[in-house]
Each structure stands twice: as structure tokens, then as C-alpha cells.
């Protein structure tokens, strides 16, 4: 294999004679070379073998936009966990778990912790990958000297339910998915006035929130605090984040009769808060 693009001395984009892409990780495995250099592949840890050129792009993309040591960390995670639990995930929950725990991280330091509706069933349902996500949140605390709460422990588990399963299944029962997701997306770009890369990890990541929302109301799984403070705050300092929540909550009335809960709400306006904030920055650059 031959180094196509480096990130950092631990990170690179290779591809071999067929000009096959994959993103390797290794300590030092860019360390005095350039691109075209042959890779030592003496010194590859991890060989990212994605499904498709768009997951590569999406993982690429996702590199330059958090810290190398929370990439690094998401590999310990994934490894651990599938020695603990037997199994071998998909190359793709590194993509979705390294950006949620960046995420996650991200929010905590900014006091904006938000509940998982489903914890109980979680614990429930998936004892063994809630077991591992709680230990794995110990991990985290070591190197990131950050103690996240069970919620994200039921978020982490969920990735590793996923990445067991290529084939999962996110279309909606009776729903236009499609047609609401592209209306949602409308309402932000009027409400903001900016265009949405639809090909970039910034979109995908949005609809994948979407998609897990609109699940929830089909399998009419749904969940309201009685504690309201995060919501007042969270509402409060991201006050354009939550008039096109309001926007899209009445579109959902309208469509599918379905009014979004406060706690829905609050899910909303930090997801949209962090999409918007992301398209500006690309836009400013």
C-alpha cells in the first residue's frame, strides 16, 4: 500500500495497486514520510476497511473536524468492547461512536447533558453492551479526566448494538420518511437562511438523529422530563436553534399529528444548534 494523504503521525489514507482506499491507523506509521511513500505496514494497528467511497469520504471528513486522541480513544473503546463481547463490528461505529463521543464530551464541558429516553429499556434489552458502555465510560474518565452518566453509557451501548448489524434498518413503517426528512431540512435552510451539503458527514449525521426520532414515534416510544431546567437554559442561549424547533414541531403536527415534547425539543435544538454552527464554519473558511 501507498500513503495517498496523511492526517497526523498516526493517521493516514492509503490505498494499494488496485487503488483501493483505507484509512490505517498505527503509531507513527507517517512518521518521516510523505505522500506516495510506501506504508510500513509493519507499524498499522487498525485497517479501516469502509463499505463504500462515500463512508471513506464521511470518515475523512470526520478526522479533520475532532482531536486524534479521541479517534485514538475510540479504537481502544471498539476493541475492548469486542473482545468483552464476542463479536465484530461493522467498520462503520467508528464513524457514528468517535463523533458522538466527541460530542459527548464537548456538551459535558458545556454543561449540556442531555437524558436517553430508552435507558431503562437499554439496560434491559442489551445488558451485556450496557455492562461493557459503562465500563467503557471508565476508559474515558482515564484519559479524558471527564465521568459522563449512565445516559451516555446507554448511547454507547446502542453503537454497539448497531455495529453488529450492517443490514439495520432505520426505514419507517407508513411514514414518508424521505418527504419529512427533506421538509425538516427545508424548514432549517428558510429559518437560517443557508444551503445544507447534503453529501457531507455534517447532513448524515443530522438525518441519523431524524431518522432515530421518527423511529420512536412509530413504535410510539415516547418520553417527557418533569425536569424542564436543561430545557429553559438550552432554549434560552440557542434562541434561533429553538424558534425553527418550534417551526418544525408544527410541521409535524400538520403532517403526521404528532406533537414534540419538551424533551424532544430540547434534542432538536442541539442537534440543530451543532448542524447550523458547522455549515457556517465551512462557510467562513
Not at 466527541?102 to 445488558?127: D, H, M, S, T, V
Not at 453492551?129 to 459522563?148: H, N, P, S
Not at 446507554?154 to 453503537?159: K, Y
Request: glycine share 2%; proline share 1%; aromatic share 12%.
Amino acid at each position: 500500500m501507498w500513503i495517498k494523504k496523511i492526517f497526523n503521525n498516526n493517521i493516514i489514507l492509503a490505498h494499494d495497486e488496485k487503488m483501493v482506499e483505507r484509512i490505517l491507523l498505527g503509531r507513527g506509521i507517517a512518521f518521516g514520510k510523505k505522500e506516495n511513500d510506501k506504508v510500513d505496514e509493519t507499524k498499522i494497528d487498525k485497517i479501516f476497511i469502509l463499505e463504500s467511497q462515500e463512508l471513506i469520504d464521511k470518515f475523512v471528513h470526520l478526522v479533520g473536524e475532532i482531536p486524534t486522541n479521541h479517534l485514538e480513544l475510540t479504537d481502544k473503546i471498539v476493541k475492548e468492547a469486542e473482545n468483552r463481547l464476542h463479536v465484530k463490528f461493522n467498520d462503520s461505529i467508528y464513524i457514528g461512536l468517535a463523533d458522538h463521543i466527541n460530542y459527548a464530551l464537548f456538551r459535558f464541558k458545556n454543561g449540556e447533558q442531555i437524558q436517553n429516553a430508552f435507558l431503562w429499556e437499554i439496560k434491559k434489552f442489551y445488558p451485556n453492551e450496557f455492562k461493557v458502555a459503562l465500563d467503557m465510560l471508565e476508559t474515558i474518565f482515564y484519559y479524558e479526566k471527564v465521568k459522563l452518566s449512565d445516559d451516555e453509557a446507554s448511547f454507547i451501548a446502542l453503537h454497539f448494538v448497531n455495529g453488529q448489524n450492517s443490514n439495520y434498518d432505520l426505514n419507517l413503517n407508513g411514514i414518508k420518511e424521505t418527504i419529512i426528512i427533506q421538509d425538516t431540512f427545508n424548514i432549517i435552510k428558510f429559518h437560517y437562511s443557508i444551503d445544507i451539503e447534503e453529501n457531507t458527514l455534517n447532513y448524515s449525521r443530522f438525518v441519523t438523529h431524524l431518522r432515530y426520532f421518527l423511529q420512536r414515534i412509530t413504535r410510539q416510544e415516547r418520553y417527557d422530563s418533569d425536569e424542564n431546567q436543561l430545557f429553559d437554559q438550552v432554549s434560552t442561549k440557542y434562541v434561533q436553534a429553538y424558534k425553527c424547533v418550534l417551526k418544525i414541531n408544527n410541521y409535524l403536527i400538520k403532517k403526521i399529528d404528532i406533537k414534540m415534547t419538551k424533551e424532544e425539543q430540547l434534542y432538536f435544538i442541539l442537534h440543530i444548534n451543532r448542524l447550523t454552527d458547522r455549515e457556517n464554519q465551512i462557510r467562513s473558511n
